[in-house]
């Protein structure tokens, strides 16, 4: 059974740093590409980011690079630092992948709270 777990959220001030990470077990997703997403209170579910197997980087537009993606294929995992965190960032961050005939994403994430 695949399973990707978030962690690495919590409470910071707005400016402060926060980085996320995300675990798959049961299956080995470095020829998969994998994404963030966030889901904040009464929104839709947004995509953040996105990571090909090469490594290639995609954004959304809205974050004007205050985050950053990586993997570790090694590790099979997933980072996303997040910097100049506004309130606007509120939500909840899961994770995904996407390795064509199947796609994953993470059951539980990981809050991510930003206070004035």
């Known amino acids: 059974q695949v399973q990707l777990v978030e962690s690495g959220g919590g409470s910071v001030q707005a400016g402060g740093s926060l980085k996320l990470s995300c675990a798959a077990s049961g299956r080995n997703l470095s020829t998969c590409s994998m994404a963030w997403y966030r889901q904040g209170p009464e929104k839709e579910r947004e995509l953040l980011a996105s990571i090909e197997a090469s490594g290639f980087a995609k954004y959304a537009d809205f974050l004007k690079g205050r985050f950053t993606i990586s993997r570790d294929n090694a590790e099979n995992t997933m980072s996303l630092q997040m910097n100049s965190l506004e309130t606007d960032d509120t939500a909840l961050y899961f994770c995904?992948?996407?390795?064509?005939?199947?796609?994953?994403?993470g059951r539980q994430g990981t809050q991510v709270t930003v206070s004035s």
């Open positions: 995904a992948a996407d390795c064509g005939w199947d796609t994953y994403i």
